[in-house]
């Protein structure tokens, strides 16, 4: 193969697989069930991901066919043409991502930092804090370095929503 053919492969397999990891995270990020489990940091961590993907793609295009770009009106095929609107969509698809994300994470409570009064575990200190013993799951993911959630002493610190 030319290695022009394969710059053209390597082109659009990253575009191809950018463009499913933003309809991936779209979907992630779009579902009920899903994000309520997702912490900010998840969300953030998705779109971050997703947008590089998308910036890889836009890069490996630019590179691909920024030489076509000199000689536009010369050019035997519509590529140099195509070049532009390929990436504004490609940047589309990744401010839809952000812009999702964004709105995700300010729907959240804010997080805050709580101190631990009394031994427990996370079931506890979540009906102690919430009423509700079921939210120690999202304790739980509020904090991912949490070595014994069965075993809390009084003084420990954890992430928790305000509400």
Not at 47 to 75: G, K
Request: glycine content about 2%.
């Amino acid at each position: 193969f030319p290695s022009h053919d394969i710059k053209e492969s390597q082109v659009m397999v990253l575009m191809c697989a950018a463009a499913e990891m933003a309809t991936q995270a779209s979907d992630l990020l779009s579902d009920e069930t899903v994000n309520v489990l997702l912490t900010p940091d998840n969300i953030e961590t998705i779109a971050n991901d997703t947008r590089q993907a998308i910036q890889n793609a836009i890069d490996a295009h630019r590179d691909a066919y920024s030489s076509e770009m000199d000689s536009v009106s010369s050019s035997a095929t519509k590529t140099a043409i195509q070049y532009q609107p390929v990436i504004d969509g490609l940047k589309d698809i990744a401010l839809s991502v952000q812009t999702i994300a964004i709105a995700l994470i300010q729907a959240k409570p804010p997080l805050t930092k709580k101190k631990v009064q009394s031994a427990g575990n996370l079931h506890l200190i979540a009906f102690l804090w919430y009423g509700d013993y079921s939210r120690a799951t999202e304790l739980l993911l509020l904090n991912p370095d949490l070595r014994d959630p069965n075993n809390l002493q009084p003084g420990d610190m954890l992430y928790a929503y305000t509400e």
